[in-house]
């Protein structure tokens, strides 16, 4: 049986970013991918009808993203400033103070201790900073917190959520991008002169390993296969490696297990829906204004389970995203397509002022994609849970010169994004590249 240099598990991102780096390094890489598809949790289709691309997963660029830039320019794609103005509405009505929650959001999260112990989002909370006058930031601090970051209270790391001096804890979900040809041209960009590499439809169940020799068994199209190689750059989201025998190590890899008690996964629940105008322009909230036009964001408060929805500006496409994350997401997620465009739309009219009716009568189609009952990726994206702040750097260590794992839950700066997914496939690549010119996969030098 023939031996690679390196086997890559997933074609996502992360994968695909090592793999272009090993390759271009002249070394022998194959590519596994469990899907029938590349890109893992980016996942772009393309409706006729529609000007614009339907993300199911990744969707918005946040902060300073280096390597999406140059990819980007690589592919001639466009990157835009999502704007727009944050509305909050409730029973019919344009409330003032749309764009408040950034700054109740830093008033309540810079009172966060970050020289001391650890404690849940939830547990910090209980402790009433601020006092009464930070009563109602306190709620929308929760509710950003679960919803931005997927993840329950009582589990995300307080520290976690804290803006750093002179930052803001609000700037990378109000401050965003998107990519006007759709995220998957990142993914056709770096699988560019690796197609003949990929093998999608490989799922791979058990990773045998010892230092300097890697073997990775599945199946594919019901039929067992085995790859050999080197190392391996193991890109499994923290969801698949934490499910109970999705994937196997032989032997377990030291400080794993360890690891990834510090990081959990996120539940997210999104609807994408295309209408034939933009119908929500037309309920009694917006009814003589001109404002509906410039609204990027829709904040329904009390609109039942979607609490947030957006538009696609600064395109002026009738399309809207409804959106939840953290336990909220738990209580639809498991709910049907039909189901879910039901519960959305009747919240939305209740914030709107109009019924769910009308809203339905406008929609020409609806899409989402349920991550958390994906086998192969077992939720959204990663988050820090109570004193995992150590969690995700022990997780990208290089393991005997053999094993390196990336994936955006193993980055520090930039989990949950696209941009921490590049990165640490870049990680792994520099890292695995520096074992080979110095001693042939020898032990990691400190």
């Keep these: 049986m023939k031996r690679h240099d390196v086997a890559v598990l997933g074609a996502g991102a992360a994968g695909l970013m090592a793999a272009r780096a090993l390759a271009r390094a002249g070394l022998d890489v194959v590519v596994l991918e469990a899907r029938s598809r590349l890109g893992g949790r980016i996942w772009t289709r393309r409706v006729p009808e529609l000007q614009v691309p339907v993300e199911l997963g990744a969707e918005f660029i946040h902060g300073e993203t280096p390597l999406t ?26 409330l003032d103070g749309g764009d408040s ?63 750093a001096p002179g930052d803001s804890a609000s700037e990378a979900a109000t401050h965003v991008g998107r ?16 197609r003949a590499k990929v093998r999608l439809r490989h799922v791979v169940r058990v990773v045998r390993w010892r230092r300097g020799s890697v073997e990775l068994c599945g199946t594919a199209a019901g039929r067992a296969f085995r790859v050999r190689a080197r190392a391996a750059v193991l890109t499994a989201p923290i969801g698949v490696l934490k499910h109970p025998g ?87 997620s498991a709910c049907t397509l039909e189901e879910q465009r039901r519960i959305a739309l009747r919240g939305l009219a209740r914030a709107l002022g109009t019924t769910a009716r009308k809203l339905d009568a406008a ?69 695995l590249l520096r074992y080979v010119s110095k001693s042939g996969y020898g032990p990691e030098v400190a």
Aim: hydrophobic share 45%.
């Design 101 to 163: 929650f950034a700054r109740d959001l830093d008033r309540v999260l810079r009172r966060v201790d970050t020289s001391g112990d650890d404690r849940s989002l939830a547990d910090f909370l209980a402790t009433n900073p601020g006092g009464r006058p930070l009563a109602r930031a306190r709620a929308a601090t929760r509710a950003f917190v679960e919803g931005f970051h997927a993840a329950p209270a009582a589990d995300i790391s307080a520290q976690s959520v804290a803006p």
């Design 363 to 431: 929609v020409t189609g609806a899409w989402t994609h349920d991550w958390q009952r994906d086998p192969y990726a077992r939720g959204a994206y990663s988050y820090t849970r109570v004193g995992g702040g150590n969690a995700a750097r022990t997780l990208a260590r290089a393991i005997e010169g053999t094993l390196f794992i990336a994936g955006e839950g193993t980055e520090s700066e930039g989990s949950g994004t696209v941009e921490g997914a590049l990165a640490s496939g870049q990680r792994a690549a520099r890292r």
């Design 246 to 332: 999705a994937l196997r190590f032989e032997p377990a890899p030291p400080g794993m297990a360890r690891a990834l008690e510090g990081i959990g996964m996120g539940t997210v629940a999104r609807l994408v829906f295309a209408f034939e105008r933009p119908a929500w322009g037309e309920a009694r909230a917006f009814r003589g204004r001109r404002r509906a036009d410039e609204v990027g964001f829709l904040h329904v408060g009390e609109g039942g389970p979607f609490p947030v929805w957006w538009t696609a500006l600064p395109e002026r496409a009738p399309m809207l995203v409804a959106w939840t994350g953290g336990p909220a997401a738990d209580a639809v």
């Design 179 to 194: 990519v006007v040809q759709g995220y998957d041209t990142i993914i056709e960009t770096l699988v560019r002169g690796l």
């Design 69 to 94: 830039d140059r990819l980007l320019r690589e592919a001639r794609a466009t990157a835009v400033t999502v704007g727009g103005d944050h509305v909050a509405l409730r029973n019919g009505r344009v």
